[in-house]
């Protein structure tokens, strides 16, 4: 909405009337109250509702040892950490953790921060500045793009998954320094990047590769050790020109990211990024549950299991229970399962039906997605059971037929 600058006498009252648009494009979110129930259930604003929208994949959340353990690292090391790394919030169960890591995902070394968010942001530019080159995947997550952004590099955008594109772009580019950035399982598709790919177009063109495996870590590959470890790409085999990060806010279930690569990749990142440098460690206790959650998403093979279990009932399920509808599912082998529905405001009434039924899916529109793909993003963990699954598939195929 054009706002008549002759009628505001500030532009602070303009928020009211942008708040307003925000509603009446049906953009406007809400958060809502929630508390944890058992399995899969959350208590939202009073409400007991089965949930199809956390990233807590292997159902680690609210595991009892996760919870010991970040009691126990209460009690040792305190609450806070009270200070950057690099004085004195470096704590010994911090540093045990990063050992633990690197060597969980088969790369020699890790640095870990309290949010994935911060680590992107602070990384990118860390790594490349103004005269270098970025090469980003349009569907890449919101804290690349923007560490992209604040690097002050030239970014280059190549169509999703187009590795033509990207080779195109990196060929033409003049660029000393060239970092491709992209996710590993993509947030809001669920289908996973070629990874051997990108790495040989960044062997032949001397770049760096970036992979956020915020959706892969636990999930993907041997004992859930990420998208390297899928691709056979760790140890002997791991590549000095990769350069890896994740959350351990999803299936990790607990808080906190790291990234991990070559010795002197990580050094470089201890020394240069700001927000690593300038903000206070993640508090120890923390840690100290990440311990705890390596070890069950290292030994729970059952949980992988159950998960791809879940991902073909409902996929086989939503196949007959949406046949007639123009709601498609996307190709994705993964937890993350969208229901593309195309028009933002039929995408929140299928969101309402099933909230009606107790169900609680997220309606994703843009410009979280492209416009006029808003979308159901159905999250599965191994917290869901077989009949989670079946009440879903039973919810959506009454309001496709109702459609
Ligand atoms: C969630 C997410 C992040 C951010 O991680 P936090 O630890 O939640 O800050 C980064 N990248 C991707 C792809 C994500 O999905």
Redesign the pocket.
Known sequence: MAIDPSLTTSWLDEFPARIAELDRTHLRRRRRVVLPESGARLRVDGQSMLAFCS?DYLGLANHPALIEAACMGARSFGVGATASPLVSGHSAANDALEHALASFVGLPRALYFY????T?IGIIPALVGSGDAIFSDTLN?A?LIDGARLSRAQIHRYAHADLAALEAALAQSPAQRKLVIS?TVF?MDGDLADVPALLALCERHDALLLL?D??GFGVLGPQGRGCLSHFSLTGARASPRVLYMT?L??AAGV???FVAGSDALVEWLLQKTRSYIYATAAPALLASALRASLQLIEHDEWRREHLRQLIKRLRQGLATGLRGSSWRLGPSRTPIQPLLIGRNDEALAVMEGLRERGLWVPAIRPPTVPEGTARLRIALSAAHTEADIDQLVQALSELAAAC
């Open positions: 990233n949010a994935g968010y911060a992107n997550h804290c996710d947030s956020d915020a959706h959350t806010g999803k808080a906190g990211a």
